[in-house]
Structures are given as C-alpha cells and as structure tokens.
C-alpha cells in the first residue's frame, strides 16, 4: 500500500510515463507536470504525517527541517501544531502573499522616515514628537488592510528641526 495520496500518485505517475516516452512531451507539458506533481506533494497528508511521526519518534526539529531542505523556523510554521493551527497559519500567509508588495505613492502627508530627513531627525524623534503632540500624525489604512503611519508638517514644523529631540 503506497503512502502517497491518490492525487499525489497519479501526478507522479504523469512525470514518470513522460520520463519513460519515446518522445517526451514538450517543455510546457513537463514543467507543468513537475510543478503539479511538486504542489501535491507540498500538500500531501503523507508529508506531515511523517514529520509528525519523526517528531514523536524523537528526531528534532533541526533533523526535520534538515530532511526537509528547510531550516527549522521554516519547518515549524509548516507543520508545527494541530492542523487547525496550520491551516490557519497557511492562509494568513496566503493572504500576506496576495497583497501588493509596493508602497502606495498617492497617500496624503509623508512617511516617518521622509518627515524625519525633511526635518533632519531620527524617524525616533519623529514618534517622540507624535506623541508630545508637535506632530500630527495619522495612520491611513487602505482597503486591502495595509496600514501607513503618515505625518503632517505643519510651516510651524520646519523649525523645530533646530530643536534637539
């Protein structure tokens, strides 16, 4: 009896008949091939119930990640847990993935670190002066939940760059 789910099996069975054909198929149907046998295993019950069990037989998490070609933070987030605790893991991380990784350019005021070299300070005193109330500051949050924390220079502002935060 294999340890492979049935899904697993026939993706790996695909990249073997291509392997073994007198003409392999083109290069777009191998890479999907491959790919797709590479995603079934990726989610294969077999992989985490083979960490599971090395764990349990006493192997470390640096063996694990090890066997795994991981490194051991890595190996956990995967498959540390209840499988709740890794499902819900996966799809905030999912979720981090599908969000644009660049900085919005249209957002109103400036950004910490542009008020902190606009006013020849540390993005430190920047937060000091935030929260003394000499700087207004807002966070701005987007529609994806991607959160900004921009400031508002007031002319009054300009000089207070010669104060020594």
Same mark, same amino acid.
Do not use: C
């Given at each position: 009896m294999s340890y492979l789910s049935p899904a697993s099996r026939a993706a790996l069975s695909r990249v073997v008949e291509g392997d073994n054909a007198a003409t392999p198929p083109d290069a777009l149907n191998r890479l999907r091939d491959i !790919?797709?046998?590479?995603?079934? @295993?990726?989610? $294969?019950?077999? =992989? @985490? #119930?083979? *960490?599971?069990? #090395?764990i349990e037989a006493g192997s470390s998490w640096e063996s694990v990640a090890e066997a795994a070609g991981l490194k051991p933070s890595a190996a956990k987030w995967r498959w540390l847990g209840t499988d709740e605790d890794i499902a819900e893991r996966h799809e905030a991380g999912r979720k981090r993935a599908a969000r644009p990784s660049s900085v919005p350019t249209d957002l109103p005021g400036l950004s910490v670190s542009d008020a902190?070299?606009?006013l020849g *300070? =540390? #993005?430190?005193?920047? /937060?000091?002066?935030?929260? !003394?109330?000499?700087? &207004?500051?807002? =966070?701005?949050? @987007?529609? $994806?939940? &991607? +959160? /900004? +924390?921009?400031?508002?220079?007031d002319n009054t502002d300009a000089g207070a760059s010669q104060n020594n935060d």
């Amino acid at each position: 009896m294999s340890y492979l789910s049935p899904a697993s099996r026939a993706a790996l069975s695909r990249v073997v008949e291509g392997d073994n054909a007198a003409t392999p198929p083109d290069a777009l149907n191998r890479l999907r091939d491959i !790919r797709s046998l590479i995603a079934e @295993l990726e989610k $294969d019950a077999a =992989t @985490l #119930a083979a *960490v599971r069990e #090395a764990i349990e037989a006493g192997s470390s998490w640096e063996s694990v990640a090890e066997a795994a070609g991981l490194k051991p933070s890595a190996a956990k987030w995967r498959w540390l847990g209840t499988d709740e605790d890794i499902a819900e893991r996966h799809e905030a991380g999912r979720k981090r993935a599908a969000r644009p990784s660049s900085v919005p350019t249209d957002l109103p005021g400036l950004s910490v670190s542009d008020a902190a070299k606009h006013l020849g *300070v =540390t #993005a430190q005193a920047i /937060y000091l002066r935030v929260s !003394r109330g000499s700087l &207004r500051a807002e =966070t701005v949050e @987007l529609a $994806d939940g &991607r +959160k /900004y +924390k921009r400031v508002f220079l007031d002319n009054t502002d300009a000089g207070a760059s010669q104060n020594n935060d």
